[in-house]
Nanobody, 127 residues
Framework: QVQLVESGGGSVQTGGSLRLSCAAS????????MAWFRQAPGKGREGVAS???????EYADSVQGRFAISRDIAKNTLWLQMNSLKPEDTAIYYC?????????????????????WGQGTQVTVSS
C-alpha cells in the first residue's frame, strides 16, 4: 500500500526557513513524478514544485529562487527546503505522487494527475 507522510511544518516569521519532508512507503518513488502542492485557506490546491524520475526540477513562479525540491533515493524521502518565507506562503503543504505517466511531470502541475497524497503539514508565516 502506497503511503506518503509529510513532516516539518511549523510557524516562522517572515524571512525564516523550514524544511518539509515526505517519507514514502509501498513503492520506489524515484521512478515517478513527485511534487509539492499547497492549499491556503479559501483557495484551491496549487502546485509548488516537482521532480521527475531523472531529477529534473520545476517550480511555480511564486517560489522560484526561494524553494528547493530534492530527494534522498536511499531513504525514499522527498524534501522541500523553503527559504525567505513570506506570509503568502502560509498554507497546508502536501506531497503527491503521479504514478501513471512513467516518471515525467506534466506542468503546470495539475492535482488531477496525482494518484497519491500525504495528509498535509501546516506552514504558517507571520509578518
Amino acid at each position: 500500500q502506497v503511503q506518503l507522510v509529510e513532516s516539518g511544518g511549523g510557524s516562522v516569521q517572515t524571512g525564516g526557513s523550514l524544511r518539509l519532508s515526505c517519507a514514502a512507503s509501498g513503492y520506489t518513488y524515484s521512478r515517478y513524478c513527485m511534487a509539492w502542492f499547497r492549499q491556503a485557506p479559501g483557495k484551491g490546491r496549487e502546485g509548488v514544485a516537482s521532480i521527475n524520475r531523472l531529477g529534473r526540477t520545476e517550480y511555480a513562479d511564486s517560489v522560484q529562487g526561494r524553494f528547493a525540491i530534492s530527494r534522498d533515493i536511499a531513504k525514499n524521502t522527498l524534501w522541500l527546503q523553503m527559504n525567505s518565507l513570506k506570509p503568502e506562503d502560509t498554507a497546508i503543504y502536501y506531497c503527491a505522487a503521479d504514478v501513471l505517466r512513467g516518471g515525467d511531470c506534466v506542468t503546470p502541475l495539475d492535482v488531477n494527475f496525482f494518484s497519491y497524497w500525504g495528509q498535509g503539514t501546516q506552514v504558517t508565516v507571520s509578518s
